[in-house]
């Protein structure tokens, strides 16, 4: 039973966009706190953006901000990460992370249990 689903990911060059997409089979979805990670080769897994059940709290790790947006639809049960002006350091697996939680999410991998099989993105220069 799949639960986390990404889609989107493919390669762009730098300054280009890509759109990132996971559709969960969660339930309450609104239950859940969402989360974008990446891995890049030889890399620990880092925490790129999270987003609370009702959008109304967001995270992005540094690296990203101002280029990448999180968002997500209660009604469709997903959670997207708009990626614009991307850079090569972008290239990485993207994987969605999923929590029940209320109010911020955490923000370290060790804390999400549920994760898609994720989706890689490459920049190239």
């Known amino acids: 039973q799949v639960q986390l689903q990404e889609s989107g990911g493919g390669s762009v060059q730098a300054g280009g966009t890509l759109r990132l997409s996971c559709t969960a089979s969660?339930?309450?979805?609104?239950?859940?706190?969402m989360a974008w990670f990446r891995q890049a080769p030889g890399k620990e897994r880092e925490g790129v953006a999270t987003i609370s059940t009702g959008g109304g709290d967001i995270y992005y790790v540094d690296s990203v901000k101002g280029r990448f947006t999180i968002s997500r639809n209660n009604y469709f049960n997903t959670a997207d990460l708009q990626m614009n002006m991307a850079k090569p350091e972008d290239t990485a697996t993207y994987y969605c992370?999923?929590?029940?939680?209320?109010?911020?999410?955490?923000?370290?991998?060790?804390?999400?249990?549920?994760w898609g099989r994720g989706t890689q993105v490459t920049v190239s220069s």
């Open positions: 969660l339930y309450p979805y609104t239950a859940y706190c």
């Open positions: 992370a999923a929590k029940r939680q209320l109010g911020p999410c955490p923000r370290l991998p060790s804390e999400y249990s549920l």
